[in-house]
């Protein structure tokens, strides 16, 4: 029996509705962490207008829709941002949860495709990745490896520790080689992070699918525009693709590269 049908669709949707909770609060989160400021004060209002967000204007998705993604107050449009960020985060606790029930592993792979998403949304709009998610989330994922069939608490410590030193090393080289910063700080505390929760083996496959990822997608506009490629985004999606479907595609490459017979 599939985990999410020994407890029922009901788990689902709970999960589902803490999601968008979670997404409401991430986005407040990614925003004002990469701005320095407190996500407790003050209350959320409107960029235009600076009143308040009432309660019932803060529903996620829902007063979106309702309010027509429009201010209340002045009429300011408020971004597809808010309810896409919400249901994004929706579908991934809904997601954990049909993949593993309620378990202890549902709770690790909901918060980890969390922070990369709040990593990813910080550094698309600002070129940031703040503290709180790579930092942070490295504590937690080592913290959560206690917990977990997938890894050790000793592959999670190797994994955060690889990660750190192998991007510092790659950014390091990078600057000898070209003269100027080849990669921020916070790619290289993101990458602790992803290994904690990925392990080393995890972490590198994340970096060579961030790599690619970022050179076909953002490389050409970076060589047109000159813009840096903001390569959390990349990484973020790369570990995603890992957690879920990282062992497939080792056992994919090892079976094309070394066919047996």
Request: aromatic fraction near 14%.
């Amino acid at each position: 029996m599939e985990p999410w049908l020994e407890g029922g669709w009901g788990f689902v949707a709970v999960a589902g509705l803490v999601g968008l909770a979670l997404g409401s609060f991430l986005n407040v989160c990614a925003i004002r962490w990469a701005r320095d400021e407190s996500v407790i004060s003050p209350r959320s209002s409107c960029p235009g207008c600076g009143s308040a967000i009432a309660w019932y204007d803060n529903i996620p998705v829902l007063s979106w829709l309702l309010l027509g993604a429009r201010c209340r107050g002045c009429g300011e449009r408020i971004s597809v941002q808010y309810p896409l960020v919400e249901l994004a985060t929706g579908a991934i606790w809904a997601g954990m949860v049909m993949l593993y029930g309620v378990d202890p592993e549902a709770l690790r792979g909901g918060l980890f495709l969390t922070l990369l998403l709040g990593i990813a949304v910080a550094d698309a709009r600002y070129y940031i990745i703040p503290d709180q998610f790579s930092v942070g989330g490295a504590v937690l994922g080592f913290l959560l490896a206690f917990w977990s069939p997938a890894i050790t608490w000793t592959e999670s410590l190797v994994g955060g520790v690889a990660g750190l030193l192998l991007l510092w090393f790659v950014a390091w080289a990078g600057e000898k080689a070209f003269g100027k910063e080849a990669m921020g700080g916070g790619d290289i505390k993101m990458m602790a992070m992803i290994g904690t929760f990925l392990g080393v083996w995890g972490m590198l496959l994340t970096l060579f699918l961030g790599a690619v990822l970022g050179a076909v997608i953002f490389g050409p506009i970076s060589l047109k525009t000159g813009k840096l490629i903001p390569f959390g985004i990349f990484l973020a999606a790369g570990a995603a693709v890992t957690f879920g479907w990282g062992d497939m595609l080792v056992d994919w490459y090892m079976a094309w590269a070394f066919p047996s017979g």
